[in-house]
């Protein structure tokens, strides 16, 4: 299915982009690339981070193995979480100028950025199953 292929190909970038040092350190050939996506991060993660809500939402709807669910699962969360974080200048533009609000949100984006290159190594990993995943549909 194309959501499969184009939600796979959403993780690996945005997973990429979350873990950017260790990527780049293990795969030298990657810094030109993940440096020109820089500038566009805030837009990817934004993305990401809408496409996980939808995702979920038709995960469970899929005949799926289990082994295949709970990876399409781990994908979608650790998505959402490197999106929430990529994203979060983005996110903050569309909050209501309820200062309340944005304090709560800053709160979260602080405890989920210690766990920002684990969530981009398991979406670059599971975006990578669900890609093929999708292919062999």
Do not use: H, W
């Amino acid at each position: 299915m194309l959501s499969f292929i184009v939600f796979g190909l959403l993780a690996i970038i945005a997973g990429a982009l979350a873990a950017a040092n260790i990527v780049i350190e293990k795969l030298p050939y990657t810094k030109e690339y993940i440096e020109k996506m820089i500038p566009y991060q805030a837009v990817i993660g934004a993305v990401a981070l809408v496409l996980s809500v939808l995702k979920l939402l038709d995960a469970f709807a899929l005949k799926m193995d289990n082994f295949s669910l709970i990876i399409n699962l781990c994908c979608i969360a650790s998505t959402a979480i490197v999106g929430f974080l990529l994203g979060f200048p983005m996110v903050q533009q569309f909050m209501a100028n309820d200062e309340n609000s944005k304090a709560k949100a800053e709160e979260i984006r602080k405890k989920l950025s210690a766990y920002q290159v684990i969530a981009g190594l398991v979406a670059l990993g599971s975006g990578v199953y669900v890609l093929l995943y999708g292919i062999s549909l």
